[in-house]
């Protein structure tokens, strides 16, 4: 009884961050604060995973690969369908869940501990959309991350399969072009616009609706990344069934 309680709070205070909306003075700083804690914060930690990674990928795949009879081009292949389908969105996404979802919980948490969210009610500010609504706006540029995550990550898979003799350049982007199939971006763009409703609402439940002090605001946070982590794998996996089966 207690996860459906959980759940329905959940959905009312999603519907409670579109009413009674803050003036859009106030709301623009607040929205661009976000922007800049969540977006423009992570692009760097994005930057250094995706390349590292998608030399991984590449690295893995070439060493599996090593027979005469198959073709250098299934390397790059193989890492573009990686890092397009699964990595970028669904895996940097978690990552996320750890840096971002996180930092939601505990920022909103603190707020709940030191009665700020209080003192926002007492002056007839509705603090749900004073607090999450801001950072749903933010996370609506969370696909921008993703983009960069995939050019990176394609990127260090291109470094990684050159420099380190695996195959040349030219078999490589011989490889990413083919069967390139357009709706596999849409079908990345797609989940990673769930992922991001889910990484600003669920971690911000956590932050909001906590109990107790500042040890509490730990709690919550490692709660909040768990239930994130699990929710995006859940998504990721009916977006995968609904979409391309």
Request: a neutral charge; charged letters at 10%.
């Amino acid at each position: 009884m207690q996860y459906l309680h959980n759940i329905g709070t959940y959905f009312l205070m999603v519907i409670e961050m579109f009413r009674k909306p803050t003036k859009w003075s106030v709301m623009r700083h607040l929205i661009l604060k976000d922007i800049d804690d969540l977006i423009i914060g992570s692009l760097g930690i994005v930057a250094f995973i995706s390349f590292f990674v998608g030399g991984v990928v590449t690295i893995q795949t070439a060493l599996n690969i090593d027979n005469p009879l198959i073709p250098k081009e299934l390397v790059g292949f193989a890492t573009r369908q990686s890092i397009l389908l699964e990595f970028a969105p669904t895996f940097m996404s978690i990552i996320m869940a750890g840096k971002v979802g996180s930092f939601i919980t505990s920022s909103i948490g603190t707020m709940r501990v030191t009665e700020q969210i209080d003192a926002l009610e007492v002056m007839g500010i509705n603090s749900i959309n004073y607090l999450v609504f801001p950072k749903f706006i933010a996370m609506a540029f969370y696909p921008f991350v993703i983009s960069i995550a995939m050019f990176l990550g394609i990127l260090g898979g291109l470094a990684a399969c050159v420099f380190g003799g695996y195959s040349s350049a030219d078999s490589f982007i011989t490889g990413l072009q083919q069967d390139f199939e357009p709706f596999h971006i849409a079908y990345a763009f797609i989940k990673t616009f769930l992922f991001a409703f889910v990484l600003a609402t669920v971690p911000s439940y956590h932050g909001y609706f906590m109990k107790g002090g500042a040890l509490e605001v730990g709690e919550a946070s490692t709660t909040s990344f768990v239930r994130t982590s699990v929710t995006i794998i859940l998504l990721n996996y009916l977006a995968t069934q609904l979409l391309l089966s």
